[in-house]
């Protein structure tokens, strides 16, 4: 019949493509209409991850170079005094210059870190070496070119501003030093690199060295928080609070509003503070001051910051005797504490650091030289040169070259 109703899987066959032509046609519509008719919704790839911050989490200091440099250099004794210690020491170190056949006087290498450029000398050149090693795990040395073979001029370059770009190999193929919004590409070819790269060992970092702040900065954040709690003690009155009792005349036990408020704004402003501090208080009637004592966890907060300026110094190889935190009895005396610094810590960094300036710098020239430090002028190693040159001069069984290599001394010629 005309005036029937199609079928009923038709009729929804026919709403179905009209449906989807109307979405068509409004998609085509927006096309022609413009961008701006269609508004736009980026999303960042990373806008799933979301960090949450839940309360009674420890808060931690960042961990970059930066920021470890101002928590645990510029803002922590212990970690100032440590990089102080060892920088100071190993940059006094007296230094040779020799190669397989000779000891040598006076040597080009010698006369440039004698004088590296016009600003600084040989201490301060080192100093900064040794500081930013300590301080990033990185030290990096830029070599200016002279009118010969060797370079003119020797200038630490800060370690935060420095950026390894490494190549398809992985070696690095470049470094770019950014300051003041420009950056300068120092670029590495065949020849010899113009920065030498000086890095401490880093287990997951090809890169980059792992410095000791990274290592201690827990005990870092341990110890500041210690000193902030102890600054905040001696601001409320320097001695732990109390408790004032209020006893009314008819026995109760609640102040009114206004007695409160009042109370509290006499106490905050008359009885807070350093300046107020071991001044008497007056109590109205009703009132009394309940002092009280340190308890057993405020009596272990010394401890727990001696125990972390302790971890602080450890992890820079500085016993802590050296450092005036008492508590260790590692070593027997002073003497024996100072001979094992130089020893343990300030010798191996100073032999790496020589080791590869003499490397870098002998790649200038071709001439195979050595920098190491002067084992015989360091007074706090002078018994244990001592008792090695009586032990070597003694042994008959050794011939006088035999002598001479376990001195570290260089081989005689031939006509002595």
Known sequence: MAGSSAPAGRRGRCHATKGATEVFDFLKRAGQAGPAAMPEKKASATGRVIAWAGSGRVAWSPRDAVSLAKAGFQ?????????????????????LCQDAERRFDQHPLLALLARPNGGQGRAELMEAVFGHLLLSGNAYVEAVPGPGAMPGELHVLRSDRMALVPGPDGWPVAYDYAVGGRTHRFAVSEGQSPICHIRSFHPQDDHYGLSPLQAAAVAIDVHNSASAWSKALLDNAARPSGAIVYKGTDGGSVLTPDQYDRLVSEMEAHHQGARNAGRPMLLEGGLDWKPM????????????????AREIAIAFGVPPMLMGIPGDATYANYQEANR??????????AQRVLAALSHWLAGFTGETVELRPDLDQIPALAIERDQQWTRVGAADFLTVAEKRALLGLPRLPEAE
């Not at 004794?77 to 170190?93: K, M, S, Y």
């Not at 308890?295 to 972390?308: L, Y």
């Open 75 to 95: 803002g922590n004794p212990i970690g100032f005094r440590a990089v102080r210690l060892i920088a100071e020491a190993a940059a006094a170190l007296p230094v």
């Open 293 to 308: 004592g340190f308890s057993p966890s405020d009596m272990e907060f010394h401890e727990t910051k001696q125990a972390a």
């Open 340 to 349: 094992a610094f130089y020893r343990l810590t300030v010798l191996p960094l």
